[in-house]
């Protein structure tokens, strides 16, 4: 046999034997206490898809089942630390050509997906991984096929070889990448860090590198917007504000990591005024090689490039066992048309910076005004370092002491761990609290008020009675 046949003899041999052991190593795959056909993914690995969902408040077809199922997804999830993915709403004029959280960024995603044509609702998974509704996809948008989305898209870390094509199967498997985002308050802007680390790929045989790029949208949770289909005002989850870093191209081998680092300033020409208090920076890595789809469904058709890993502070604190800065002791004090806030401090990473974001109106209301803390405690080693350990924080407000109050505070740590605490419904004259506070919501808070309200009736009314029967024995 001539070298040239020869050779493309072995070669056929090495395909068929490989056609051959596909299904072996699909079988593989079914059991899941074997590795599987590829390297596994990295011990503790988590794979957070991201979803991208458009909508409008003026539209009719989204108000009328895909918002609220997509919505109530996320308040049955999002809450939970470990985030097990990351939710941006996209606002668009779509049905009646009204809403306030639409923007021109927004509009340009949603084209991104959908070049040429406007389609709502649409939501993206994974990048188009997974795609229902919008123009090209017959599955509409509904919490069921939502929630298997977002399962589905969980496990693409557990890649399978294709009979079809074994030996690109073998070159292009799943990339892992290890993603942390952090963000603080400056009290006009975020400051935002993003890192990432590629840990390498499901291949067998590894030949690219991670091309990625990377996204951090800015979401605001909890705002309140009107919607011309419902004539009223509704609440909103996760409504994308802008962009800390869009479409950053970088370059990873194997075990290499990078670094980003953005300042978002705060828009102040938003149609609705945004709450510091509510902002979230999601981070996103995209891998431009990839435009793959879940089998048996055809994704996003524009070839877009298909989401690795995504996370917000919230994933990056569960994930790196960080503390979440906490406050206690909170008391007011009051002179005249001013109140001063008191707060004891603590975090093992000792405290950065804290703010104090307050209104005299409502817990849901648009104007908030800001107070940067006076942070004093012993401070840490080193001529620049400005974290304190055993910290008291300190604050005064333009306010009187006989209004109803509304208090949130932020805090931050070295590790740049946002801590969030809401004091709802604060009456600053009436109320002194000694209580420890943790992670309690304007909800528990009511019910330290109440509580206290309760034991004090209670004594008034025993030490009232007591009275009572001493003089009737007299």
């Known amino acids: 046999m001539k070298p040239k046949r020869a050779q ?55 108000m009328a089942g895909p918002h609220p199922d997509m919505e109530k997804l996320w308040e049955e999830n999002g809450y939970d630390p470990q985030q097990d993915f990351t939710y941006v709403v996209f606002h668009e004029l779509n049905g009646g050509g009204e809403d306030a959280l639409q923007t021109a960024d927004s509009e340009e995603r949603m084209r991104f997906y959908q070049p040429g044509v406007s389609g709502t609702p649409d939501a993206e998974f994974d990048g188009g991984y997974i795609e229902l509704g919008g123009m090209a996809n017959n599955d509409g948008v509904d919490y069921a096929s939502a929630k298997t989305a977002i399962e589905n898209c969980k496990s693409r870390t557990q890649t399978t070889i294709n009979p079809l094509h074994p030996i690109q199967s073998l070159r292009n498997g799943f990339k892992f990448v290890k993603l942390d985002v952090s963000q603080m308050f400056t009290g006009i802007s ?25 996204y951090v949208f800015m979401v605001e949770d909890n705002i309140t917007a009107y919607s011309k289909v419902e004539k009223t005002d509704v609440n909103n989850h996760n409504a994308f504000r802008g962009y800390a870093i869009k479409a950053k191209d970088f370059s990873l081998k194997n075990g290499e990591s990078t670094e980003f680092a953005a300042d978002w300033p705060i828009p ?3 149609k609705v005024p945004i709450n510091p208090a509510n902002m979230m920076a999601i981070a996103v890595v995209y891998d431009k090689d990839d435009t793959t ?72 209301a648009t104007n908030w005004t800001v107070a940067k803390m006076n942070i004093s405690g012993s401070e840490c080693e080193g001529d620049t370092c400005s974290v304190y350990k055993n910290a008291t924080g300190t604050v005064t407000l333009d306010t009187t002491m006989d209004k ?33 506070i943790l992670s309690i919501g304007g909800a528990g808070i009511v019910i330290v008020v109440v509580a206290v309200a309760a034991i004090g009736y209670y004594l008034w009314n025993k030490k009232k009675k007591a009275a009572q029967s001493v003089s009737e024995s007299k």
């Not at 599987?36 to 988590?46: E, H, K, V």
């Not at 975020?190 to 990377?214: D, P, R």
């Open 293 to 364: 789809t879940e089998n048996g469904n055809q994704g996003n058709r524009a070839g877009v490039p298909r989401a690795l890993q995504s996370a917000t502070p919230a994933s990056t604190a569960f994930d790196n066992g960080n503390d979440i800065p906490r406050a206690s002791a909170i008391k007011f004090a009051g002179s005249g048309s001013k109140v001063k806030v008191t707060a004891t401090l603590d975090d093992s990473a000792g405290i950065a910076s804290g703010f104090v974001l307050y209104n005299t109106q409502a817990a849901n």
């Open 8 to 62: 493309l003899a072995l070669i056929a041999l090495i395909v068929s034997l490989i056609m051959i052991s596909a299904p072996v190593f699909g079988a593989i795959r079914s059991n899941p206490d074997a590795s599987g056909d590829f390297r596994p993914a990295p011990n503790g690995y988590r794979h957070r898809p991201v979803v991208e969902f458009f909508t409008g408040l003026s539209c009719p077809s989204c």
């Open 404 to 436: 109803p109050l509304f208090i949130v505070i932020l805090l931050y740590d070295g590790n740049m761990t946002q801590g969030k605490i809401e004091l709802m419904n604060i009456t600053a004259g009436r109320i002194h609290i000694k209580t420890t």
């Open 190 to 214: 975020f400051s935002v860090v993003v890192k990432a680390q590629y840990l390498g790929t499901s291949a067998l045989i590894e030949t690219k590198a991670l091309n990625g790029l990377l």
């Open 268 to 270: 102040t020409d938003a």
